[in-house]
Nanobody
Framework: QVQLVESGGELVQAGGSLRISCAAS???????MGWFRQAPGKEREFVAA????????YYADSVKGRFSISRDNTKNTVFLQMNSLKPEDTAVYYC?????????????????WGQGTQVTVSS
């Protein structure tokens, strides 16, 4: 069983940058990781995903060119670098692990989730 803990969320001004992290512990097999977010009153949505090797990444259209997902398998940590932040990026950001090394943008393909970290972008 994998446990995930997100960190790094905070209040940032529009146009700013932020990097959030997700640390995995427990039985860390070769697994793909994803970032999802949920804003108040909205459904959870896909943000980015990365394969076990890091060679394959996917991004939501809304963040493409602004966000970058990466991972350090030696530290069992996945990162989401967020640049040019907008108020509409405000949400709780969740990382998720998939029981496969292949990246996937669908939330139902992930079976382990973190508790989330709040990112707030002020205008």
């Amino acid at each position: 069983q994998v446990q995930l803990v997100e960190s790094g969320g905070e209040l940032v001004q529009a146009g700013g940058s932020l990097r959030i992290s997700c640390a995995a512990s427990g039985r860390t097999f070769s697994y793909a990781m994803g970032w999802f977010r949920q804003a108040p009153g909205k459904e959870r949505e896909f943000v980015a995903a990365i394969s076990w090797t890091g060679r394959t990444t996917y991004y939501a259209d809304s963040v493409k060119g602004r966000f970058s997902i990466s991972r350090d398998n030696t530290k069992n940590t996945v990162f989401l670098q967020m640049n040019s932040l907008k108020p509409e990026d405000t949400a709780v950001y969740y990382c998720a692990a998939r029981g496969s090394g292949l990246a996937n943008p669908n939330a139902d393909q992930y079976n382990t989730w973190g508790q989330g970290t709040q990112v707030t972008v002020s205008s």
